[in-house]
């Protein structure tokens, strides 16, 4: 019976979204009146070179909680080339049973669990690894809660007994701590935000290879023993051969896709002929067509009923007809968009710009089956681009759903 209770404690303490345990009251900034709001100060950028400092200034970085039994890991980053609009939010757990002597702190400590949940000198598969995907998010410039879901968000707060800082999940009663957190080894880039073309092109093949393999030696993969990548990383500080055959648990979906991105470029027809996309000919067309305002081609080019999103997934999908479209058109392009710039501070754009700036795509991942450019959607349908779809903000959508009524 013994043996029964302590396997169903563990299957509950390791399941990121089972039934959860009470906070530890004793641990500091565990209770409402301990802890005030936290909204960063996101337009002083992010400075990946001073980790300690952005801690007060991004959302950036590793969330640790604890009960009794297990460790609780988040990861959040906020992609630079979307700021404020998606994050890449990954939920993992640990056994404590499974951590070796025990490290997993006494609450004033951080936990030593790195990227990919390395302890030490061992690495552990989580029991349960939840939500590794890229979700839309409530946080805005000024705002202090991160929305996960369509119900499930943390509130950022700070610890008024210590300049920590950290997110609490109120639904577990969870209070997780930012902990130190910094991309070890090379190429920390692939790992902090979507590559896109100017990205990769500062590359040569070699590089794109080598970087592609850093990932995976992050996570303390293991490589062929006496192979080119054995030899190459055995020699860096970093990596610990772990004999961890599968270290895809542990991706973050940023990771993934840079990963897939630059596999394609190492291709020589693709390195070389990169802007021989399909997509590219139908930009060309649309532009002309909205620039010239030649809304019979504009009409070509749009799939209908064209699909207006809001900010929450809950909200309804607004059809527009072809003929309402002309009556959002303009709001549309109106809408800001927020992004940063080469000195990592946040610079705001209205949707229109993007079609007279030279070369739209230099700051673009361009695929093949859809993209995004600013708030507005596109897909390959059946063979054929078209503009299918559009982000409203806040502010936006409430005035198409009325005008769409009207």
């Known amino acids: 019976m013994r043996t029964i209770l302590i396997f169903i404690l563990f299957f509950t303490a390791s399941t990121g979204f089972a039934q959860q345990k009470k906070a530890i009251q004793n641990c500091p900034c565990t209770g409402s009146k301990e802890i005030s709001a936290w909204a960063p100060e996101l337009k002083k950028g992010f400075d990946p070179k001073s980790i300690f400092n952005n801690f007060a200034y991004s959302v950036n970085g590793i969330y640790i909680a604890e009960d009794r039994d297990t460790v609780y890991q988040i990861k959040i980053i906020v992609d630079p080339k979307s700021y404020g609009t998606f994050v890449y939010y990954q939920h993992l757990s640990f056994s404590k049973a499974r951590v070796i ?47 996960v879901d369509k119900s499930h968000f943390f509130t950022l707060y700070k610890c008024d007994k210590k300049s920590e800082f950290g997110i609490h999940d109120a639904d577990r009663q969870r209070y997780y701590r930012k902990a130190y957190w910094e991309i070890e080894g090379d190429y920390p880039e692939i790992s902090m935000r979507s590559f896109t073309q100017v990205d990769v092109k500062k590359y040569n093949k070699q590089q794109l290879a080598e970087m592609r393999n850093t990932v995976y030696a ?20 970093d990596y610990r051969m772990n004999y961890f055959k599968d270290v895809t648990p542990f991706l973050t979906h940023v990771e993934k896709e840079n990963i897939k991105y630059i596999t394609a470029f190492e291709s020589a027809d693709y390195y070389d002929n990169q802007f021989k996309n399909d997509f590219l000919d139908f930009w060309e067309k649309l532009k002309v067509a909205v620039q010239e305002n030649e809304v019979e081609k504009l009409y070509t080019l749009i799939q209908f009923p064209f699909i207006v999103n809001g900010e929450h997934d809950e909200m309804p999908k607004l059809k527009v007809s072809q003929q309402q479209f002309l009556k959002i058109w303009s709001m549309l392009l109106q809408q800001e968009n927020y992004d940063m710039n080469n ?64």
């Open 101 to 147: 002597h025990k490290q997993a702190t006494n609450c004033e400590t951080s936990t030593n669990v790195h990227d990919g949940g390395w302890v030490g000198n061992n690495i552990f598969e989580p029991k349960n690894a939840v939500n590794k995907q890229f979700v839309a998010s409530g946080f805005f410039v000024g705002e202090s809660y991160l929305r």
């Open 218 to 237: 992050r996570y303390n993969y293991e490589f062929k023993e006496g192979g080119k990548w054995y030899q190459h990383f055995n020699k860096k500080p």
């Open 343 to 406: 000195a990592n501070k946040l610079v705001s754009w209205l949707s229109k710009s993007a079609f007279s700036k030279v070369d739209a795509f230099a700051e673009q991942m361009i695929h093949t089956k859809s993209n995004n450019i600013a708030n507005l959607g596109f897909e390959n349908i059946n063979g054929v681009w078209k503009m299918n779809s559009a982000y409203a903000d806040t502010d936006l959508y409430p005035k198409i759903q009325y005008m769409l009524k009207n």
